[in-house]
């Protein structure tokens, strides 16, 4: 089992898409309305961040909250895991300082607390007990993704890949107190290998509409070769006349990518426990998408 990252988004964002096909939310509800009053977020011009903003990377929240990096240096044991003991009354102040530079929905901004601030709305409104159970009931169960999870049994625990840093030292696995749904979920290569045959609806499942819906791009980024679905980046490569949809991960000690063609019915799953790789691991993944697209 290995740490996944941010490919964690494309969890959330499959939820986000059925509770939205089930009716029981809406893509431009303000986010504000399934989370507890007590979360202060920020407005600009009077607009609200809604789901669909969060779920774009549009809100015009930043990478990371700004005072991560103090909060850790009053935590020296969190410099290699720091969000840890970065909870939500953590999260809830840094929100209700920040301020936002332009309109939610101006502009592309790629946000680690925008897509945790869409997790935990997600799991208010479903009222479970945490995003571990929103997902497992939401997306592993349906699909059967046994090792897909953020609480490990000991026999998970036991087939658990040590993570390596940049100088090939074993370091820590990432703890969340909060915001997990931006990159907290570990999964093997099979369980991710399931989840990209629904998206390709190999086989017909419950998910299967939401999934199509996540897939759709809605947005351009700054690059215009990639545009954004609901999680999803969607990728035009030279010469290809078919888009990729991927999305890849880093934690301390792992890097990841995951990756389909929708037409060509491929896709690639790459998962290391070394960040010495970096972004070593998106060409591999894209380069045998390639070549498995050159072979059909």
Known sequence: MFEIGSITKVFTTAVLAQMARDGELKLDDPVKDHLPPEANVPRHNGKDITLLHLATHTSGLPLAPTDIRAHVLFRPADWHNPYAHYGTKQLYAFLAKYRLNHDPGDSYEYSNVGLGLLGMALTQRAMVRNYDELIRRQVSEPLD??????ALSAGQRARFAQGHDDDGEPTSAWDFESMEGFAALRSTANDLLRFLSANLGFK????????????QARRDTPDKQVRIGLGWH???LPGAAEPVICHSGETEGA??????????????VVLSNSAQFGNKIDSVGLTVL???????
Do not use: H, M
């Open 255 to 268: 890097r990841a990518f995951l990756g389909f063609r929708k037409a060509s019915g491929v896709a690639v």
């Open 145 to 150: 993704l046994q090792d897909t999870g953020i």
């Open 290 to 296: 390639g070549k498995l697209n050159a072979g059909k």
């Open 234 to 236: 969607i990728l035009k």
């Open 204 to 215: 017909p499942t419950k998910l299967q509409a939401a999934l199509e819906d996540c897939q």
